[in-house]
C-alpha cells in the first residue's frame, strides 16, 4: 500500500483537467458605462462586467489579479436536474463536480492572503462540495457552513420535509489571517437594554449574578433593600466575593427590583458593552431576506422578464459587510442577474463579475446602469444610503489567438492585430504587457531587465544582430516571430522562438465553453455490476 494515500474525492473524469488558453480581454466602450457627473476620484469607475465563459475569464484575469481578491462570492447552478430559463442546470454529478474542481483551483489563487470565499449552495451538491472545497482549499482553512433560511413558510405540497434552507460554504485562502468583520447590533438587541431607575450612566439590562457551581468563599447572605436575606440557590455561589458585592451595590449596579425584594441582577451598561457581535451561522430570513424577497427585487428590476433564481440583496450585504471593507475587490463568477455587484457597488466595494449568459445583456447591465444613475431605490439602497456613481467597464473574451486555415493548419488568429498579439504572448509567456511609445521592442516585461518583443515578421540574421545590440549586455529580451533565418542561439541575450510553433503544444486552442465538460465522461456503457452516472447513480 502506498504510504502517499489521502483522503479524497473521486469520481468520473476527475483525471482529466484543460489546458486553458489565457485571453485576452477586449473592452467595449459602448457597452460600459459611468455616472455623468462624477464627484471624486473614488467613484470606482474601473469595476469590470466580463461577457464569456467563466473558465477562461478567471484564467484571464490571473495573472493581473492574482492574491489581489479580497472575496469570492459564487451562486453556481446547484445541479439539481430542474430546467431554468437562463441556465441548463441539470448538468451531470461528474460533469459538475469537474467544472467546480476547476474554477476552485483559480478561484484560490486569486484570493488575497487574508480573502475568503462564499459560496451558496443546496442539499444536492453541498456535501460533495463541502469535500470538494476541502480537497482544493485544505481543512484546516475552512470556515464554516452557514444555514441561510431562504423561505419563511412551508410548502404545502411537499411530499416528505419541506426544503427551507440553502447552505453557504466559507473557506479561507489562510484561516490565520483571514479577517471576518463583525456585524454592527441590531434594533432588536439594543432593545432590551432600558433604564429602570432612571441611572445617570443610561440604558441596561439586568445580568446573571449566580455561578453554576459551588465555591465556599462566595456563598454568604446578602441583604435586600427590603430587609429581606436571600443565599445562592442549591448547587451555586455568588459571582463575587463578599467585598466586591458590597462594591457593587455601593456603586449602584445591583439591581432589585422595583420593590427592592428581588434576588440581586448585576446591571449592564449598554455604553459598555461592544457595539458590535460576531455573526452567527444561522441566518433567518428577517435578518437576511428570502427567495419571495428576492423576486420582488426581480420584478421591480426587470418589471416581467424575471430572473429565474435570483439571490435577495440584504443577503448579499451580510456577505460583503462580513468578507470585506470599502474598497475591497469582489468577484462573481456565476454573476446571474447581477446581485454581486450591485450590492457591492452601493456598498463602496470594487467588484468583477463575469457572465455567459445573455441576461449579462439583457440583465445586469441594465440593472448597474441603475444602480450607478441612483434610479435603483429597491433592496439595500435606503440601508446603505446609496444615491448614485461610479461605474463600470465592459469586456469580452478575445476569440482564441490561433486557429485552423483550410488545410487544417494552425495560423494565428486573424481578428487579432498586432496590439492583441503582443498582448496575448505576454499573457500566456507570463510577461506583463506594458508596450513602451519609446523603445519599438519592449511589448512587456517580467523584471526590470528582461522584456518581450512580439511581431509578424521574418527576421533576418541582420535584423535580430541590431535587436541584440539595441538591447545591450544588462538585458534580456524574449523574441516571438514568425520565422527567422539565424541561428537562435546566436545572440547571448537573445531568445528568439518562432509562433505560432512555440505555443501550439500548450493550450487548448479554439475552445470557447468550458460549461459543460462531456468530454470528461466515458462513452461506452458501465460494466456488469459497476453504477453508472447516467441513471442515476452516485459514486
Known amino acids: 500500500m502506498s504510504k502517499k494515500q489521502k483522503l479524497e474525492l473521486t469520481w468520473i473524469g476527475k483525471e482529466n483537467r484543460p489546458k486553458l488558453e489565457p485571453r485576452i480581454l477586449l473592452e467595449d466602450p459602448a457597452k460600459s458605462y459611468h455616472a455623468k457627473h462624477r464627484v471624486t476620484s473614488a467613484d470606482f469607475f474601473d469595476n469590470r462586467l466580463i461577457f464569456g465563459d467563466n473558465l477562461l475569464a478567471l484564467k484571464a484575469l490571473e495573472g493581473e489579479f492574482s492574491g489581489k481578491v479580497k472575496c469570492v462570492f459564487i451562486d453556481p447552478p446547484y445541479n439539481t436536474g430542474s430546467a431554468f430559463t437562463h441556465y441548463d442546470d441539470g448538468v451531470e454529478h461528474s460533469i459538475w463536480l469537474s467544472l467546480m474542481r476547476d474554477r476552485l483551483e483559480i478561484i484560490k489563487r486569486l484570493l488575497s492572503d487574508d480573502g475568503s470565499l462564499w459560496i451558496t449552495i443546496d442539499d444536492n451538491e453541498a456535501h460533495y462540495l463541502k469535500v470538494l472545497c476541502d480537497e482544493v482549499f485544505g481543512r484546516r482553512d475552512f470556515v464554516s457552513t452557514v444555514i441561510w433560511e431562504k423561505k419563511y413558510a412551508p410548502k404545502a405540497d411537499s411530499k416528505l420535509l419541506s426544503s427551507s ?7 479561507a485562502k489562510n484561516v490565520e489571517r483571514v479577517k471576518v468583520n463583525r456585524l454592527s447590533k441590531t434594533e432588536k438587541q439594543t432593545s432590551r437594554y432600558t433604564n429602570r431607575d432612571n441611572d445617570s450612566r443610561g440604558l441596561w439590562k439586568a445580568g446573571d ?4 457551581e459551588v465555591r465556599d468563599y462566595a456563598v454568604f447572605p446578602v441583604r435586600l433593600p427590603s430587609g429581606r436575606e436571600v443565599w445562592p440557590s442549591s448547587g451555586t455561589s455568588w459571582r463575587y466575593t463578599k467585598e466586591k458585592f458590597a462594591e457593587l451595590i455601593a456603586d449602584n449596579r445591583i439591581w432589585f427590583g422595583v420593590g427592592g425584594d428581588a434576588r440581586p441582577a448585576i446591571k449592564r451598561f449598554l455604553t459598555e458593552v461592544s457595539e458590535t457581535i460576531p455573526a452567527t451561522t444561522i441566518w433567518k430570513y428577517d435578518e437576511v431576506g428570502h427567495n419571495d424577497e428576492a423576486k420582488k427585487e426581480s420584478k421591480m428590476l426587470f418589471s416581467d422578464d424575471l430572473f429565474g433564481t435570483p439571490k435577495p440583496e440584504r443577503l448579499m450585504q451580510r456577505i460583503i459587510e462580513l468578507a470585506t471593507d470599502p474598497g475591497d475587490l469582489i468577484v462573481d463568477s456565476f454573476a446571474g442577474s447581477g446581485t454581486t455587484g450591485a450590492v457591492a457597488h452601493k456598498m463602496g466595494r470594487r467588484w468583477i463579475m463575469v457572465e455567459l449568459g445573455e441576461h449579462c445583456h439583457t ?7 441603475k444602480v450607478i444613475d441612483g434610479e435603483d431605490s429597491g433592496g439595500v ?8 456613481g461610479g461605474g463600470f467597464r465592459y469586456y469580452r473574451l478575445a476569440p482564441s489567438l490561433l486557429e485552423k486555415d483550410k488545410w487544417g493548419n494552425w495560423v494565428i488568429n486573424h481578428d487579432y492585430n498586432a496590439a492583441m498579439l503582443a498582448e496575448a504572448l505576454c499573457k500566456l509567456e507570463g510577461f506583463s504587457y506594458a508596450p513602451s511609445d519609446a523603445v519599438y521592442w519592449q511589448h512587456g516585461h517580467s523584471t526590470e531587465r528582461d522584456f518581450v518583443y512580439v511581431t509578424t515578421a521574418s527576421l533576418t540574421h541582420e535584423q535580430l544582430q541590431q535587436l541584440s545590440d539595441e538591447v ?14 539565424a541561428k537562435a542561439d546566436a545572440y547571448p541575450n537573445l531568445t528568439v522562438k518562432k509562433i505560432p510553433r512555440q505555443v501550439l503544444s500548450r493550450c487548448e486552442w479554439g475552445h470557447d465553453d468550458y460549461s459543460l465538460q462531456v468530454e470528461n465522461l466515458p462513452k461506452e456503457p458501465p460494466k456488469p455490476g459497476q453504477q453508472s452516472l447516467f441513471d442515476g447513480g452516485e459514486p
Open 363 to 369: 440583465h445586469i447591465i441594465p440593472r448597474l446602469k
Open 165 to 171: 434552507h440553502d447552505f453557504v460554504l466559507v473557506y
Open 472 to 485: 545591450g549586455p544588462d538585458r534580456s529580451l524574449l523574441v516571438l516571430c514568425t520565422a527567422f533565418r
Open 209 to 212: 449574578t449566580l455561578r453554576n
Open 381 to 388: 439602497s435606503q440601508a446603505v444610503g446609496w444615491k448614485g
